[in-house]
């Protein structure tokens, strides 16, 4: 009799990012009606691949208030982030789902960040482990947003809440790197640490 094997789900290790100052370039309100392509800061798409490869898929969470302000259309901004989402796919990176608020403070949302709204959906959305999940930003409501969920946060040129301050996307993934380097260095050498003192201690001599 064949007994069916149940696989535990596989939660995903996200980094939540946010878009404009962070893997973009930003501007001020106004000059948004002229910006039709997206202009990548120095470090974002390396920084990005290089998280990649330790494992974190991302999510984008954005707003957009310029819509419900009537400086940029819905439609602006989706063809604006089909170039987004095409620049990044030619660079071999996915985007798992980008949340967008269009609302401006007038529509008292609960999406628009620091509200919660926004995270609240991608967890009903996908399984997330939010334990060594991350959230990257460049301003105090992504860092207001972060803390909510205790999520770890890097500031990219952020000032304020005692926060460091990185000057890219990349400089993030080399401190997560490093992080990882020593937690698994910590690892390894307490697991020998074990081994050796349970080890008899004729497997513990060397022969030179």
Known sequence: MNQEVKMKPSYLKIAFLDRDGTIINDYPDEKWREIKEPEFLKGSI????????????????????????????????????????????????????????????????????????????????????MNNSIYIGDSHVDYLLAKHFNLTFYGINYNGDNVKSYRSILEISKQIKKIQNKWIFYKFSKAYSIASLTAPSSQLQTTW
């Open 46 to 129: 390396e920084g990005l691949k290089r998280l990649k490869e330790m494992g974190y898929d991302f999510i984008i969470i954005t707003n957009q208030y310029l819509i419900n302000d009537g400086i940029i259309s819905l439609n602006d901004y989706q063809q604006f982030t089909g170039k987004f989402l095409k620049k990044l796919k030619e660079e071999n990176i996915d985007i798992l789902k980008i949340y967008f608020c269009p609302h401006n403070e007038k529509d008292h949302c609960y999406c628009k960040k620091p509200k919660p709204g926004m995270i609240e959906q991608a967890k009903k959305d996908f399984l997330i482990d």
